[in-house]
Structures are given as C-alpha cells and as structure tokens.
C-alpha cells in the first residue's frame, strides 16, 4: 500500500491528461485503464532487433507462395482483393534468459496504443508520443487512401463492435472517437448488429448512411457471425480495417506453428527470402504445434513445460500453463482446436520496494512499420493486470 501511495501523483496527473485530452470521458464516472509507472528500458540494439523481426515476419508472410500453401476453410480470404492492410496490429516479445527476444503471438486487433500513449506523456518522453501520434494518423490515412484512392477524410467513419460498452477495453473507444474527430473525421462508436446491406450493396448505419471506412474492434476474426460484414469485406465495399485476410497471414495461431518448425518454410522458398530470414524466423519463435499434432498421453506428460491456448483465442481468454491444469481440463482442452506452445518465462524486475514484476513487450506496427512500444507489467501467470501497479507501461533507452 506504502508504495501504491507513492504513485498517486502518476495516477492524478493521467486521470488529468485523459480528461483534457479526450473529453469524451470527463463526462463519464469511468476508471482510468490498466497503467503502471514503471518505465522499462531496453537497449537500442533489442528495439532494433524488434524493429528487423516485425519486417522480417511482414516481408515472408506477404510472399505469394506464402499464401498459396496455407491450408485452411478460410482460404477464400487470401483471395479478395483487399488493397488496405490492418490497422494497430501488434506483435508480443518476450526475452529469454540469453536477452533473445521470443515472439509470443501476433494480434491483429491492439488494444492499448491510445493508453500506453498518454502514459508515455505523464512520464515526459513527449517525442515518442508525438512521433506515435503521427504515425497512427499517418496509418489510418494510408489505409482510407489505398482503399478509395481519395484523400482523408471519409465522409463517415465507424468504430464498431459487439457490445461496445460492455468491452473491457471500453475507455479507448471513446479515446478513438475524440481523436478521430480532433482530425476531422466524422466518426462514431457503432454496434455491429445495428449495420446493415442496402440495395445497392454498401454497407449502411442504421440511418442507411453508407459506411466508408470501419476501425473493426470485433475479435469475431472471420466475421462467422456477421455475415453482412463478410460480405462487405469479400465485395470491397467498404474500407475494413484490420481485416480477416490478414489475420489469416499474421495472427491466427496456426501460423505460429509453422514459423516455429523447421520444416514450415519449405514451402516459402523464394528469390525474394533469403535462409538468415527464414533462420531468423525459426529462432524467434518458441516451439509451438497444434494439440492434435501429438498424442494425448504424450502432451500430458510434456504439459509442465507448456501453455495451452485456443487456436483463435484472444486477450489471454482460456490460456493455460500446463503444469497447472489437472487430468480433466487438460481433456477438456485437447477437445478443443487450441495450440500447446513451449514456456518462455518473462523477463523480470525489482520495483523499488524489492517487489518482482514480470513484463512483456508489445511493438504496434502498421505494415511493417513499428509505430510504438508499450510494456505490459504484471504479476501471476498472465497479463491480467489483477495486481495493483500492473498494466501498460512505457519502454525507452537507457
């Protein structure tokens, strides 16, 4: 408690800028996000590192004999002709024992740029922020732009999903929505549900608005319950930003199961990749297979050195240490399409007090492109942010 007192000043001066800065939420009773004010600093050479891998994975899943070997029911995804990419995607490292950086997984869905953003503020490091801030205007520009050809920006703009408020991460809808206006962009929060195809084939708000541009929050990654966003995605109706195809390339677990065997790349094999990539690859990435890629007797007896997650899985819903699970979950879980993926412990600090922290490292990226880096401090198995002191932190050098 003595140390949480410590920080009360941190916390008041984000509650502060939060409110000046997205006045959206002075007018709500909301609690500020998960924030730490620890700062977490890493070298120039691992942020390098970090900034080489984000283009290394980008440059080979983009490879065209990438996608034509990857065998799934979503197929027709690498089919559309989608010409935007995804917007705030991000990729979570952790550094091993040897100071290797291991990519955990890659979201296509980010939460957190907006918070870890004004957490920067508060701790002073203002040109991260505006180089960050810059970049993400830059992005969401981009995409509209690659999408329509047109210039920023679109006459109506949606961020959607299921449920908005009841989303844990609510609070940054709205930062989206204020930030989106500050830019001039016309733009509201929208549920899915209330969307709709009009007779012409564009998608339409519930006023038969046409819908131009759409920053996609739904963690439905294939749209299998919203048919009529399949159907604007596939017929490029409406500019879809982050979409399922590429999530598809990046994001779903399967293909952390192919980066991480050294089999997975034959199929890449292209003038375009060199062997260092593909090696660089297969070295970032722990040993990861689908759970029904081995027997269930085996995988029991390998369990205490493993997590276990769904196959399309997010925001750590249903992840497991193995070591941790008894008989009958562990059944439970083999039933269902998931991955089993060799344990990384996360690299560790000392607050001031002698407390041990642990802490991941998450690079937003758009394209291949690092745009910020946040920390994510915790305690426990997973980055749930139950621990007070925990959630996003900032990252800078020495």
């Known amino acids: 408690m003595h140390l949480e007192k410590q920080y009360e000043n941190f916390y008041q001066e984000y509650r502060n800028k939060l409110n000046k800065k997205y006045p959206s939420i002075a007018k709500t009773d909301l609690p500020i996000p998960p924030i730490s004010p620890f700062v977490i600093n890493l070298s120039q050479e691992t942020i390098n590192d970090i900034k080489d891998l984000v ?15 990857i065998q799934t029911d979503k197929n027709f995804y690498l089919n559309a002709p989608a010409s935007n990419s ?53 992005s969401f520009e981009q995409e509209w732009e690659s999408f329509s050809e ?11 999903d299921h449920k908005i408020k009841d989303q844990k991460m609510y609070i940054e809808f709205l ?20 969307l709709s195809i009009n007779p012409q084939g564009m998608l339409v708000d519930a006023q038969q608005k046409t819908v131009h541009m759409l920053y996609n ?13 399949k159907e604007a995605f596939l017929n490029q109706t409406c500019c879809i930003s982050p979409h399922p195809r590429e999530y598809l390339l990046l ?13 997975g790349f034959n199929y890449v094999h292209s003038q375009n990749k060199s062997p260092q990539e593909e090696i660089k690859i297969q070295n970032a990435v722990p040993f990861t297979a689908l759970v029904s890629s081995i027997s269930a007797n085996e995988l029991w007896e390998k369990r205490k050195k493993l997590f276990f997650k769904p196959l399309r899985g997010y925001g750590g819903k249903s992840v497991y240490r193995g070591k941790s699970i008894s008989r009958n979950m562990f059944d439970r879980i083999i039933k269902e ?62």
Not at 150 to 160: K, S, V
Not at 175 to 194: A, H, R, V
């Open 55 to 69: 283009k290394t994975f980008y440059k080979v899943v983009h490879l065209k004999n990438y996608a034509q070997q």
């Open 86 to 138: 995804s917007l705030l995607m991000s990729y979570d490292f952790h550094l091993d024992q040897d100071n290797n950086l291991k990519l955990i997984e890659v979201n296509t869905h980010s939460s957190g740029y907006l918070v870890s953003d004004l957490v920067d503020q508060v701790n002073g490091l203002t040109s991260q922020s505006e180089f960050a801030l810059s970049s993400l205007k830059k």
């Open 337 to 398: 399409p998931g991955i089993f993926q060799e344990i990384v412990p996360p690299p560790t600090f000392l607050d001031p007090s002698g407390t041990k922290w642990k802490y991941d490292i998450r690079a937003y990226a758009y394209k291949d492109q690092v745009q910020k880096l946040s920390a994510r401090v915790y305690q426990g198995q997973l980055t749930q942010f139950q621990t007070p002191l925990s959630g996003f932190a900032s990252i800078c050098t020495p």
């Open 251 to 263: 994001a779903d677990k399967a293909r952390l199961c192919e980066w991480s065997n050294p089999k």
């Open 175 to 194: 930062m989206y929505k204020d930030l989106l206006s500050s830019w001039g962009w016309p733009c509201q929060l929208y549920e899915i549900e209330n």
């Open 217 to 229: 929050r739904c963690t439905d990654f294939y749209f299998e319950n919203w048919p009529l966003l």
């Open 150 to 160: 047109q210039p920023p920006p679109p006459a109506n703009t949606l961020i959607a």
